[in-house]
């Protein structure tokens, strides 16, 4: 059964907290947060194909990707890695590249228990407005079918070989 992202986008607030559970240990969370190869199977809609151009998962190192639709659309997304990322968290910027200058600050948290990987994302906006054009851009839809194919990564990275 698959889990569900919780997505908490309170009125007037410039920030967005989403939860959500998965059946994994943390370390493969984590590593499919900050391997490229793993990040270009999982994150976004499934209408779309990501490639990953530059990942360095460390402090002030940059990220971007470009996610492709099947007519050939590119949208582009980048940022900068703050601190130490570690499988206890990582704390980025992201940015789309048709909105430039509107940048979020994403905090991820990963807390396991019993075999099991909570993540917790804060991400704070410039402004409500920042954050409302976010979500009516359809982030929703490409949290909830990304995690989803996390999910599917998962079930595939820790079936045992037959």
């Known amino acids: 059964m698959m889990a569900t992202t919780r997505i908490d986008a309170r009125p007037g607030l410039p920030f967005i907290d989403m939860t959500r559970e998965f059946a994994a240990p943390r370390e493969l969370i984590y590593r499919a947060h900050t391997d490229p190869e793993l990040l270009a199977q999982w994150i976004g809609p499934r209408r779309l194909t990501t490639t990953v151009v530059r990942y360095d998962v460390r402090d002030g190192g940059t990220w971007r990707f470009v996610q492709r639709d099947q007519d050939g659309s590119e949208y582009g997304f980048h940022g900068v890695f703050h601190g130490d990322p570690s499988p206890e968290g990582i704390v980025q910027t992201f940015e789309f590249d048709g909105a430039p200058g509107h940048?979020?600050?994403?905090?991820?948290?990963?807390?396991?228990?019993?075999?099991?990987?909570?993540?917790?994302?804060?991400?704070?906006?410039q402004s409500v407005e920042a954050r409302d054009a976010m979500v009516s851009a359809g982030m929703e839809t490409g949290v909830q079918e990304g995690y989803e194919r996390l999910d599917e990564l998962v079930e595939r990275v820790l079936a045992p070989a037959g």
């Not at 979020?104 to 991400?123: I, P």
Request: negative net charge; aromatic residues 8%; charged residues 25%.
């Open 103 to 125: 940048v979020s600050l994403d905090a991820l948290a990963f807390d396991e228990q019993d075999g099991r990987t909570t993540l917790r994302v804060h991400s704070v906006f």
